[in-house]
């Protein structure tokens, strides 16, 4: 069976198209000779996304795997030409007959990075690189508040948006501004090493995002909140294997193997290295969850009652900002 993967970015991304990248490698080793399977990089979210996936259809693809959000809509008009063909877009919340959506907990691994900044920040001032304001990117910024703040409550989070996902000149340019304003510990929901780099060049500390990212600036590390994707790639490729494919959507997080925090540093406390451990049994055996009320947006309205715990479809369309976020979410309710 012939499977391609569109990517928004380069494989040596060292953040998101590298861990689909990975994924895809482990289809290969999984299923061997019964794969062949390819990719395009750098595949714009735009006109130009609907000739790439067609194309893909047109070679004799089966399975095809779209990997941003962007190419929700070109994605289902080649799916809407092409039923025999199976498709798989990253992301997105849009369905059809041979379309299905995946996604994995991204928050999660926020949440995680956001306990350790609480602890390793000096200035109380956290902030995030953001890539383009949907609900995916504010949830995880809420994430990482919600967790520095279990750990610190005295907490603020700055936010600078790039607009791109892919833009190593405007991640770094965002990053300088946040620590210009205070910020010393960095998050980011952008796909290259930039702010990583830029924390390490400024003196500051920061987390990788998607892929184990301490390579690339191991003093400046605090840990890597990681997506494998591999889980569900060896799901979705088994299932049309073997003729059970169906449409739906899937997200998977910590419990299914999908999301973790990996390459803690050193110097992080171990007191702080074990709420990280114990929040990660908790998010797998369902005991510990992150969105729990009472939660306030940061106008001092409650969005999440007491005792309340919220589920899928309110976390998919969040567009608030929680209580010590800083401004206003680009384009959200005023």
């Known amino acids: 069976m012939k499977i391609a993967f569109a990517y928004v970015g380069p494989t040596g991304d060292g953040g998101w198209t590298f861990a689909h990248d990975q994924a895809r490698k482990a289809v290969e080793k999984e299923f061997g000779d019964k794969v062949a ?5 750098n595949v714009p979210e735009s006109a130009d996304a609907e000739r ?9 693809n089966k399975l095809i ?25 990253a992301t997105g919340y849009k369905t059809a007959e041979n379309m299905r959506t995946y996604d994995s907990r991204t928050y999660e691994g926020a949440y995680m990075a956001g306990v350790i900044a609480g602890k390793m920040t000096k200035s109380n001032t956290i902030g995030v690189v953001g890539s383009i304001p949907i609900p995916e990117v504010i949830r995880n910024i809420n994430a990482f508040t919600l967790g520095a703040q279990s750990t610190n409550p005295k907490i603020k989070t700055k936010v600078v948006w790039v607009n791109e996902w892919f833009a190593p000149p405007k991640e770094t340019e965002a990053a300088t501004s946040l620590i210009n304003g205070g ?20 003196g500051k500390r920061a987390f990788g995002w998607d892929s184990d990212m301490k390579a ?12 494998n994707w591999a889980p ?10 073997e003729g059970k494919w169906t449409t739906g959507k899937s997200w998977w997080g910590v419990k299914e193997g999908a999301i973790d925090m990996v390459s803690v540093a050193e110097d992080v406390p171990e007191d702080v290295k074990k709420k990280v ?10 005991s510990f969850t992150i969105w729990k ?10 969005q999440i009652a007491k005792d309340t715990v919220a589920d899928d479809g309110f976390l998919g369309g969040i567009n608030f900002f929680v209580k010590g976020v800083d401004g206003k979410v680009p384009g959200g309710k005023k």
Do not use: C
């Open 232 to 241: 569900y790639y060896i799901s979705a490729t088994k299932d049309a294997l």
């Open 183 to 202: 910020a010393d510990v960095l998050m980011q929901n952008t796909d290259s090493s930039a702010v990583l780099q830029t924390a390490e060049k400024l």
């Open 293 to 302: 009320g009472p939660i306030t947006d940061n106008t001092g309205k409650v």
């Open 277 to 286: 451990d114990e929040i990660k049994a908790g998010l797998k055996d369902g």
């Open 52 to 60: 790439v996936i067609r194309d893909m259809a047109s070679q004799g």
């Open 216 to 227: 690339y600036a191991p003093k400046a590390h605090l840990g890597s909140a990681v997506i």
């Open 37 to 41: 399977t390819s990719f395009v990089e």
């Open 65 to 89: 795997f779209g990997t941003t959000f962007g190419y929700m809509e070109p994605m289902l008009k080649v799916a809407a030409d092409t039923p025999g063909v199976k498709f798989e877009h």
